[in-house]
T-cell receptor, first 111, second 116 residues
Framework: GQQLNQSPQSMFIQEGEDVSMNCTSS?????WLWYKQDPGEGPVLLIA?????ELTSNGRLTAQFGITRKDSFLNISASIPSDVGIYFC???????????FGAGTRLTVKP | DAGVTQSPTHLIKTRGQQVTLRCSPI?????VSWYQQVLGQGPQFIFQ???????GRGNFPDRFSARQFPNYSSELNVNALLLGDSALYLC???????????????FGPGTRLLVL
């Protein structure tokens, strides 16, 4: 019930293409977070969303907090090789003190 | 400013042994959370501490324990290690606990534990 369903599982795109990935849950979240993880390293925070409907950008990255509070998406525009990595959505379900993570979207960018 | 630091970076243990992992949060952060990340999966929540008190616990056996010190650093202990405990153990710090506006977590590089 409080699991995060992240899709797609993996993506193979050409450099310069736009990317879209999303995260859904059957539970309400008060916060949605998007992280990127490179091999052998800890996740790095990309974007934090705190309000339903909020649309936030960080350079070529844009993320939105769904108005139902049960979903979020992350877009990457004009992808470059350094965008390669695993992207995770995360957040604490409403009324919980723990952070839940999606299974991740593995992005490969071909030059 | 220094980010979250963890030690050691790598560790090899044998089944049945005990291990202690350490984490120093970002300066000014009072909450520390621990996660286990198995290869190919997202991090799984183990514990959250805030102001030296446990604020949350994930679905892990009692072999896993943690504590937070007055300087807000933290230790994760795992007793009676099993092969399945092999994973990347991540520490994250935040200004405040989950459920507050200060809950955004910043991760350290992790400790990679291999149990043989």
């Amino acid at each position: 019930g409080q699991q995060l369903n992240q899709s797609p599982q993996s993506m193979f795109i050409q450099e310069g293409e736009d990317v879209s990935m999303n995260c859904t849950s059957s539970s309400i979240f008060n916060t949605w977070l998007w992280y990127k993880q490179d091999p052998g390293e800890g996740p790095v925070l990309l974007i934090a969303l705190y309000k339903a409907g909020e649309l936030t950008s960080n350079g070529r990255l844009t993320a939105q907090f769904g108005i139902t509070r049960k979903d979020s998406f992350l877009n990457i525009s004009a992808s470059i090789p350094s965008d390669v990595g695993i992207y995770f959505c995360a957040g604490p379900p409403f009324g919980n003190n723990d952070m839940r993570f999606g299974a991740g979207t593995r992005l490969t960018v071909k030059p | 400013d220094a980010g979250v630091t963890q030690s050691p970076t790598h560790l090899i243990k044998t089944r049945g042994q005990q291990v202690t992992l350490r984490c120093s949060p970002i300066s000014g952060h009072k909450s520390v959370s621990w996660y286990q990340q198995v290869l190919g999966q997202g991090p799984q929540f183990i514990f959250q501490y805030y102001e030296k008190e446990e604020r949350g616990r994930g679905n892990f056996p009692d072999r896993f324990s943690a504590r937070q010190f007055p300087n807000y650093s933290s230790e994760l202990n795992v007793n009676a290690l099993l092969l399945g405990d092999s994973a990347l153990y991540l520490c994250a710090s935040s200004l405040g606990p989950s459920g507050t506006r200060e809950e955004t977590q910043y991760f350290g590089p992790g400790t990679r534990l291999l149990v043989l």
